[in-house]
């Protein structure tokens, strides 16, 4: 191992607080993976809070890896050393168990580079005992892990907090057995998916046909995990570390999943049902984070519509930031406590321009309550806003991209409203991004728009924007969005195109013209409504009838009102 890689991982490690070393030899070894840089990695809050629970146990041992930057990665090559862990130093293919959490399409390429840096062959079916189980964990794993089932032996559905535990005491239970019948015990755990016991066969035109079980004992679906009371399994900052993208920033999950039933939005409908932390174990929170580094983040899908959120805010001594509010439930309470930590930019989330597209996604906001918004902000001395907007919605038309154009103006109006007195004048910036349908969407069977009439889109956007005063416009490529939505979107066949890609450096359209395989199959094609999705082995506990009865609610603008956890049992989730 060269120096500089070591004394690299120990710089990092001298600046942690939290940091958990354990002595060699622990029953079970995991080296916990996060296929991108140190950096992003530790932004993650699930990586914390698996880290803490397996290193919580007295039999076990978690360290962490992560993608070396481009110039390391070098390193590694040339000197052919393999890929080791951050606390130890050890190299990955010597642990028991490698356990990816996985958040972003865009990283799938980065596991295959981490697997080849430590040695570890891509392909599950070319691996031996000799080699460590390979996990999938991470949001990725909920909506349509296929197109990685090639390279994991076994994949963990849905939240991770409680199946972790059991896995580990089944392969304590099952040590020295044959890797089949560890993976057999494995599928039998609520949540656990074994790839390699189910086979997919296709039609001609390369639609799914049929899934069948090669092992008898094998579950016919997947059942998500869900942990049912947040309070036990809140994420929070475990390791502290200036090196991230919150720099030292103590971060508290206070609320998971979102009721709002926005039908472009996966996450909103995976975490179903949402829950929230009681307001006593938040301002624990709050407490803690005073302590260890006087600012705490608060995280969630939709943190304004905390039902206790003024109480927190006044519990909170330190520095307070959120990430992006819901126009509608922004109070006075929080906006005057972010203005009091010395926030100068809020983000806020019309998604789209018109209050018609914004009726057909089931947005449930105004322009009212946007200016409102907006005019709450301004008036807190707050003086620039991110607004985020979608291109490429279902039934979207040019009308509805000019209406983006005259939202912003409005809120440009409201802001010189507040900036002239003060004689300084904030900026207002669009965040942009191209629309990806999702499973277990009401949009899933919906096709992406292509990326010419993207990029057109775009140019009209921008050459309207680059017009108002103290505005600009920051955006995705939508060529890469398009990546997205057929990784997002496929199936068992994607596994050989990742796998060229990665040989061909990450360049997509060789891969597909090496392998034969068409993305547009995957991102451009409507699917019918009887159709076999590639996910449709997975139980999320929303019912497809529910989602299909909204994709209709959805043409005709109606709205669906917000959950009633509980109380309610449309879509299938509270039985």
Not at 172 to 190: C, D, F, Q, T, Y
Request: charged fraction near 25%.
């Amino acid at each position: 191992m060269l120096r500089k890689l070591r004394e690299k991982s120990d710089s990092l490690l001298a600046e942690e607080r939290g940091t958990v070393y354990k002595a060699y030899g622990a029953e079970v070894e995991i080296a916990l993976a996060y296929p991108n840089t140190y950096h992003i990695g530790m932004s993650n809050l699930g990586m914390h809070q698996i880290y803490s629970i397996l290193n919580k146990r007295d039999d076990t041992s978690c360290e962490r890896v992560f993608l070396p930057d481009a110039e390391d990665i070098e390193e590694y090559e040339s000197s052919n050393t393999k890929l080791f862990s951050l606390e130890s130093k050890r190299p990955v293919s010597g642990f028991d168990i490698l356990a990816f959490s996985v958040s972003f399409e865009q990283d799938y390429l980065n596991i295959l580079k981490m697997l080849r840096l430590a040695g570890i062959p891509l392909n599950k079916e070319r691996r031996t005992g000799e080699h460590p189980f390979v996990v999938l964990g991470g949001i990725c794993s909920f909506f349509n892990p296929e197109p990685l089932t090639d390279f994991f032996d076994l994949i963990i559905v849905g939240e991770g907090e409680e199946v972790v535990g059991e896995l580990i005491d089944l392969f304590k239970a099952n040590l020295g057995r044959e890797r089949r019948e560890i993976l057999m015990a494995g599928s039998l755990i609520p949540g656990v998916y074994v790839p390699e016991f189910y086979e997919v066969l296709f039609n001609d035109d390369g639609t799914i046909r049929e899934r069948k079980k090669r092992e008898a004992g094998a579950p016919d679906r997947i059942v998500k995990r869900t942990v049912q009371e947040l309070g036990a399994a809140a994420a929070a900052t475990v390791i502290l570390t200036p090196h991230t993208e919150f720099n030292d920033r103590y971060l508290a999950e206070i609320t998971r999943g979102c009721g709002r039933h926005c039908r472009f939005c996966m996450a909103g409908y995976i975490y179903l049902p949402p829950r929230n932390l009681g307001i006593d174990a938040a301002t624990e929170q709050a407490h803690r984070a005073d302590d260890l580094s006087g600012r705490i983040g608060l995280v969630g899908a939709a943190i304004s519509d905390y039902p206790a959120i003024g109480e927190l805010c006044t519990a909170i001594q330190g520095n307070l930031s959120v990430s992006s509010l819901r126009a509608d439930s922004v109070s006075e309470a929080l906006i005057e406590r972010l203005a009091k930590s010395g926030h100068k930019t809020i983000a806020v989330a019309p998604e789209a321009g018109s209050e018609r597209l914004r009726k057909v996604i089931n947005k449930g906001i105004t322009d009212v309550d946007i200016l409102r918004a907006a005019d709450l902000i301004f008036s807190h001395g707050i003086p620039n806003l991110k607004l985020y907007f979608i291109i490429g919605l279902p039934t979207e038309i040019m009308q509805d991209i000019e209406a983006i154009i005259v939202l912003a103006k409005r809120v440009h109006e409201v802001q010189l409203t507040h900036a002239r007195p003060l004689g300084r004048i904030g900026r207002i910036t669009l965040s942009v991004n191209s629309f990806v349908p999702k499973p277990f969407t009401p949009f899933q069977w919906e096709p992406m728009e292509s990326v010419g009439s993207l990029n057109k889109k775009i140019r009209v956007l921008d050459k309207a924007i680059k017009k108002i005063g103290n505005m600009n416009m920051i955006h995705d490529l939508p060529k890469w969005e398009y990546v997205q939505a057929f990784l997002s979107r496929g199936d068992r066949k994607l596994g050989r195109l990742m796998a060229a890609a990665h040989e061909q450096g990450g360049d997509w359209k060789k891969a597909s013209k090496s392998t034969g395989i068409d993305t547009d199959v995957y991102v451009s094609r409507r699917r019918g409504f009887d159709e076999v999705l590639p996910w449709d082995f997975i139980d999320i506990g929303v019912r497809k009838e529910y989602l299909r009865n909204e994709y209709e609610r959805a043409l005709e603008g109606k709205f669906t009102p917000p959950c009633s956890v509980g109380s309610c049992k449309t879509c299938g989730v509270c039985k």
